[in-house]
């Protein structure tokens, strides 16, 4: 079992930055690909980022179209915790933001993939 809490969810004016964070305990942390999908009010879950382990001491990032060049991911696995630095935030980057984590590797997106959510942190980005 993988236990994933998220934090740092909040209010922000459009242009806004906010960082979120991931904190997971249970099994081996450096072993899951980690990712974010987010969900708005009447919308499926949406992949938005996805972090690969170390391969070779390398992580590869996937990211939607959508958030290429405004958010970041990143994993500091001494710390168990996988961070997505959103920038230039939109009205429509408001929902509920889920930390995920699988064991697939490669550019994997769907939702039916994931072995393990964490509960769901708001986002709200006011115009």
Avoid at 7 to 20: I, K, T
Avoid at 87 to 92: F, H, I, Q
């Amino acid at each position: 079992q993988v236990q994933l809490v998220e934090s740092g969810g909040g209010l922000v004016q459009a242009g806004g930055s906010l960082r979120l964070s991931c904190a997971a305990s249970g099994r081996t942390f450096s072993g899951y690909y980690m990712g974010w999908f987010r969900q708005a009010p009447g919308k499926e879950r949406e992949f938005v980022a996805r972090i690969s382990w170390s391969i070779r001491n390398t992580y590869y990032a996937y990211r939607a179209d959508s958030v290429k060049g405004r958010f970041t991911i990143s994993r500091d696995n001494a710390k168990n915790t996988v961070y997505l630095q959103m920038n230039s935030l939109k009205p429509e980057d408001t929902a509920v933001y889920f930390c995920a984590a699988d064991r697939i590797s490669g550019d994997v997106r769907t939702v039916e993939r994931i072995d393990y959510w964490g509960q769901g942190t708001q986002v709200t980005v006011s115009s």
